[in-house]
């Protein structure tokens, strides 16, 4: 799809995934074991021919730097077009700020759209799940003569109210729009991925309008520009929070899911690591369940995604869990219905997701209250510990934080204030590794 140019909107924040994307942008967390959220956006441009890419990232950068490199995964380090990561800058004369909205964000690289000879421009978000080719989506633009077309797809009504919802005619021109509307007139909802002719985007970011859905595509339908939206039935989630982030990977396990990782014909790219293939010793049981390469699993592993490197030891019962890059399970240990990130160690004999009861967590009552629970990146759950469910262990906590090893539903263990910003220390990590 020659003279397109995508903007990929990287730098959210997404609170709503608790401490998941405490040390990363919401685009850079792990997702169906061995991908990142981005993955899926970024191969959706190279599978549609598109290879002249911008990301624009804000929120804790440094993992997704880490992972887009130079963008080799992707097919995208290329000396003309390829894949440029742009961060905010102060220019002179110029407050110094983050950037206050989406559109705020593809105003402030302004001169990167001046000075492309694309005709059209994608804006696409960088934090969702879903294959989509947007080769038909940029010809029904282009046969509309449309100034913007908006990618739309119908949605439950329960979370219509966190979307754009809109209304189209019978020759799809979008007649009225409400963003995020406490009472959606409709279920048909913007999925964020718009297609702009790059002179009407040109013309219509304001210093004024800081966010596509808020304020620039109302300024255009209230302006009497040509709005158009494009009816999307494929796959499509958006994973902003635990539960979804959790339904979505679990979605991944059903006989014939509707996310095929396995297409050859729309391959999704990422970074990956040369790791030795999985193994599985001679105590292991795996029931339907994504094990990455790297991973050694001597327990029994069910209705699970495991990322590279992961270790289950013998007698330890992995169960309705997302376990991400390198963490390892101890001997006898029980996981279940929990999400562990990157080098959690969890000890031998304890329990994380314990028992009935689905009290909210305290700290976090609006995003764990589910009976999920969350550990987070290079924490420590000590041997013969019981966390309960919506427990909330966070980031690098080590054993010495646990004031009781029963940690009951709904409550949450944090590191001391004086490691809060440190890295743990390798050390003691490898030790409750060896500790099983």
Wanted: one cysteine or more; a positive charge.
């Amino acid at each position: 799809m020659k003279r397109t140019m995508a903007m990929v909107l990287a730098g959210g924040e997404g609170e709503r995934l608790s401490i998941l994307s405490s040390v990363r942008a919401k685009p850079a967390v792990p997702f169906g074991g061995k991908y990142r959220i981005i993955d899926f956006t970024l191969s959706n441009c190279v599978n549609s021919d598109i290879n002249d890419v911008v990301v624009l990232t804000q929120y804790n950068p440094r993992s997704l730097n880490d992972h887009i490199g130079l963008g080799r995964p992707w097919d995208l380090d290329r000396a003309k077009g390829g894949i440029k990561l742009l961060q905010p800058y102060i220019a002179r004369g110029r407050v110094a700020e983050w950037y206050r909205g989406t559109a705020d964000a593809v105003l402030r690289n302004r001169n990167i759209l001046e000075h492309s000879d694309a005709e059209t421009v994608l804006i696409l978000a960088g934090d969702h799940i879903y294959k989509m080719d947007y080769q038909p989506f940029i010809a029904v633009h282009r046969r509309h003569r449309a100034d913007v077309t908006i990618a739309v797809r119908r949605v439950p009504l329960a979370d219509a109210s966190r979307m754009g919802i809109l209304a189209m005619d019978d020759v799809d021109r979008v007649t009225e729009w409400q963003e995020k509307p406490k009472q959606p007139k409709s279920d048909l909802a913007s999925m964020g991925v718009y297609v702009f002719s790059r002179r009407a985007l040109l013309k219509w970011l304001d210093e004024d309008r800081v966010d596509f859905g808020s304020n620039v595509i109302p300024a255009m339908l209230d302006g009497g520009a040509r709005v158009f939206g494009y009816r999307f039935n494929g796959y499509w989630q958006d994973v902003g929070t635990i539960q979804s982030f959790w339904e979505a990977n679990m979605a991944l396990l059903a006989d014939q899911p509707e996310l095929d990782l396995y297409d050859k014909n729309w391959v999704i790219h990422t970074k990956s690591e040369e790791r030795a293939p999985a193994k599985l010793g001679p105590t292991a049981q795996v029931h339907r369940s994504l094990i990455s390469h790297g991973c050694v699993i001597e327990g029994t592993v069910v209705n699970s995604v495991l990322s590279p490197g992961v270790r289950v030891g013998m007698g330890a019962v992995v169960r309705d869990s997302i376990v991400m890059f390198d963490s390892a399970i101890g001997s006898r240990a029980v996981v279940d219905r929990a999400i562990l990130d990157k080098e959690v160690v969890v000890g031998a004999g304890a329990i994380v997701g314990e028992g009935p009861d689905d009290t909210p967590n305290k700290q976090e009552p609006g995003r764990l209250n589910t009976g999920i629970t969350v550990v987070g990146k290079q924490a420590i759950v000590p041997r013969g510990a019981r966390i309960g469910r919506n427990v909330r262990v966070g980031e690098g906590v080590r054993t010495a934080d646990f004031v009781k090893k029963t940690v009951p539903g709904g409550g949450s263990v944090e590191p001391s204030a004086a490691r809060r910003s440190p890295a743990p220390d390798r050390r003691a990590t490898e030790a409750a590794r060896s500790a099983g």
